[in-house]
């Protein structure tokens, strides 16, 4: 990201929760500083630093990618990655994640606490936990989700 220069032009997704990640990466990266208080899902509105003046480029998630060759960079995620044909190394940055951390993009799943014990739902968690399930997310999606489980 340090080849990031002022007033430069970044594709976001539009969505909410996507666009306060990328919010919060640039911010991990040093190039924001956002509100606390708007907690993981920070807006636009919530940018209380931004030195390099970059300007944010609102796009439906799955344009990101192709909107490349009009902006100094764009968060991609995962699987739109993937379908653009993008890899792992094309990145300038990458989310830092870790299984077994508390990030609160990791995906879960979950039931009610009524249901923790039914045996078809442990199945299913079983089968999801499994390393074959693992094997298949780095496969198919090539370094851009990890299993975080």
Do not use: W
């Amino acid at each position: 990201m340090s080849q990031l220069k002022e007033g430069d032009k970044i594709a976001v997704p539009s969505a909410p929760t996507n666009e306060g990640r990328c919010f919060k990466i640039l911010e991990s990266a040093g190039l924001l500083e956002v509100d606390p208080a708007a907690g993981c899902i920070p807006e636009l509105k919530d940018i209380t630093a931004n030195p390099l003046n970059l300007e944010f480029v609102e796009v439906e998630a799955a344009n990101t990618a192709s909107l490349l060759p009009d902006v100094a960079a764009a968060f991609v995620n995962g699987a739109h990655a993937v379908d653009n044909g993008l890899k792992l190394e094309d990145a300038v940055y990458t989310e830092q994640a870790k299984p077994g951390s508390d990030k609160p993009y990791i995906n879960i799943v979950a039931c009610r606490t009524a249901d923790l014990d039914n045996p078809v739902y442990q199945k299913v968690l079983a089968a999801y936990q499994s390393q074959e399930t693992a094997q298949a997310i780095r496969d198919i999606y090539q370094g851009t989700y990890i299993p975080a489980f």
